[in-house]
DNA sequence: CTGAAAGCGCTTACAG
DNA sequence: CTGAAAGCGCTTACAG
């Protein structure tokens, strides 16, 4: 049914029942209730496409992937917190997907000249983003999920990646730790980039010189955690700790350990960082990990608020303050990093 | 740039352009060409309302999730492999998410009111699942990922569940295995009822009583997989063998099974169904699991391909053939379901 | 408080 | 082979 025909069943011009539908405050009180009755017993819904067409607002937002490898177990736990955030404003998730950045760049042209969305979410940034710079050009309005250099007016939320990874170093070093290993994200991502410097800074706070040979940088797969794992281990002198970027870079290390012949918890520490799963916790695996924690299902839900305040128009500086803010301030009170209670000391 | 401005800029008429982009016959060669290098040159693409509203059609179809419990690492896998054949097409994937059942239905309602896919997905089906009669009524569009009962000309996409799990539980039996615990998926849902039927003719195969006590449903999380399983252990007869149902149950299993005391692999025999993760594989485990496989990622592409072949208008009867048939031949060329060179004989 | 009509940017009969 | 114009279903100044 379209808005004519619904408009003509409560004898009332298109005009008067699209501002009722749409909450304009000249429509008389008891003519807007009958109208918002009649709608749902209808089930009359405005065309989207035609609400597109005349206000340019489409009431999507739209997020890529690049390929399969992007889609693992966090980018599910972010879409499930952003698709419950989005859900109450009826807004839906545009996933596009493709193989490769130069690919990623021409989707959102696309997105943008055929106005699919309303804005769009930028993850996994780079060192010196091109994307940012593109989004701006093209006037497709975007938050960031994670930290990027690039300047601009854009809002953007992030963990704080360095304090955590200067944390766990530091509580290893604590233990009597001196050759921590540290299995990490690819270089030049930013959060690699801000990990790997949380990594240094707390050797350099008790002046130990950082050994390259004990940091390794790829997927967060459990693959890439055994092979870079079982470097470490054939090294003259091999780590009596592990700092894991993810539960599966783990899992691989601890194959990578076992493997090996040496026991995890006993012979060697290991710490995992990584984001709560409600299907599986760190706490189950076999001998249980240490891990330090961020939930990015939480950050799905306040980049959902981000972007929502950024479609009705908010300057986006005050999505970046917020977001800064507020998530930096969750981190401080202690709810992203747990205490480590099961890293095993030097022995 | 919009296509009257786009038209002027090339000194056609904007009939002649817009056929000349959909690839209409009657535009002479040079004229299309000329059209299409434009096009690329200014970055012209048809606004997706505008379209939408003119041919009824707009480029993306629709899915539902159920909150967050149906984020899990088996959506990532699917979502990866939809969009990879629909990226193709530039068609691209309306995620929704709600959180009921009945949110769920009136989704549709909306999707189907406000014309904001083409066709949607459905999947982990119940047994009479309203949802199929609902989207027949809305003349929505739709192919769904697993099997129902339900009557109607829709096309639909499945793994063998029965013979998996049949066969599974025959092999366990090979080895002489007589009390087999069963880690089930919820009553109800269509998998978890072929799945009990699966394993019910294994053992009526051989004569062995179902004992009920040995099945367990719930979702396929480590957390229901470790109760479960701590519930079988407690019985007076304990299983010598455990099926599981997933990859993350199998690994609670795992937990309660070392809580108590035995070893898997040595007192205890575990095997479980899953897909295939490429962040994570089942030999990685500790310790290593034995499992059966099918590929969920493949599946969202072959979904892909069936959604994309009904909104070319093609019969849906014929998604649900090819669907059926393919697949079901995969199955029988051994690709679902591997050797279960792991599982422990009966001591 | 309500309505007639222009306009959003396309496609597609219809006419040439 | 090409073009002028109606129509898709909304919103929103403008007029009352």
Redesign the pocket.
């Known amino acids: 049914?379209?808005?004519?025909?619904?408009?003509s069943k409560l004898?009332?011009?298109?005009?008067?029942?699209?501002?009722?539908?749409?909450g304009?405050?000249?429509?008389?009180?008891?003519?807007?209730e009958r109208v918002l009755k009649a709608a749902l017993e209808y089930g009359?819904?405005?065309?989207t496409?035609?609400?597109?067409?005349?206000?340019?607002?489409v009431g999507a937002i739209g997020i890529v992937f690049r390929g399969g490898g992007q889609f693992g177990p966090h980018t599910s736990e972010f879409m499930g917190g952003l698709g419950s955030r989005l859900q109450q404003d009826e807004v839906d998730i545009l996933v596009s997907t493709v193989d490769s950045r130069e690919a990623e760049l021409n989707a959102y042209r696309r997105l943008a000249?055929?106005?699919r969305v309303d804005a769009v979410i930028l993850h996994s940034p780079f060192v010196d983003d091109p994307r940012i710079a593109l989004l701006t050009t093209l006037r497709l309005p975007f938050i960031v999920h994670g930290r990027t250099e690039a300047k601009g007016d854009f809002g953007w939320l992030d963990i704080d990646n360095f304090d955590a990874i200067r944390q766990a170093t530091s509580h290893l070093l604590d233990l009597g730790h001196r050759r921590i290993a540290f299995l990490n994200g690819h270089r030049g991502q930013v959060f690699a980039e801000h990990r790997q410097d949380g990594y240094r800074a707390a050797l350099q706070e008790r002046g130990i010189a950082l050994d390259p040979e004990l940091s390794g940088n790829g997927d967060f797969t459990d693959e890439m955690g055994f092979r870079l794992m079982q470097g470490f281990l054939k090294l003259e002198k091999r780590p009596t700790a592990v700092l894991a970027g993810s539960m599966m870079s783990a899992l691989g290390a601890m194959r990578a350990i076992r493997v090996a012949g040496i026991k995890v918890g006993e012979d060697i520490s290991l710490i995992a960082h990584d984001d709560v799963f409600p299907y599986i916790s760190p706490e189950n695996l076999v001998p249980t990990l240490s891990t330090t924690r961020s939930s990015i299902r939480a950050a799905g839900a306040r980049i959902g608020e981000m972007v929502l305040d950024l479609c009705r128009g908010h300057r986006p500086s005050t999505c970046a303050r917020s977001g800064r803010w507020n998530w930096s301030s969750a981190i401080r009170r202690g709810r992203s990093v747990r205490p480590l209670a099961r890293a095993v000391p030097f022995p």
Chains 1, 2 share one sequence.
Do not use: C, H, W
Request: glycine fraction near 4%; aromatic fraction near 6%.
């Open positions: 049914m379209n808005l004519k025909e619904f408009a004898a009332l011009s298109q005009t008067t029942v699209s501002r009722a539908l749409s304009y405050p000249e429509v008389k009180q008891a003519t807007r009359y819904r405005p065309n496409s035609a609400l597109g067409l005349a206000t340019g607002r000249a055929s106005k």
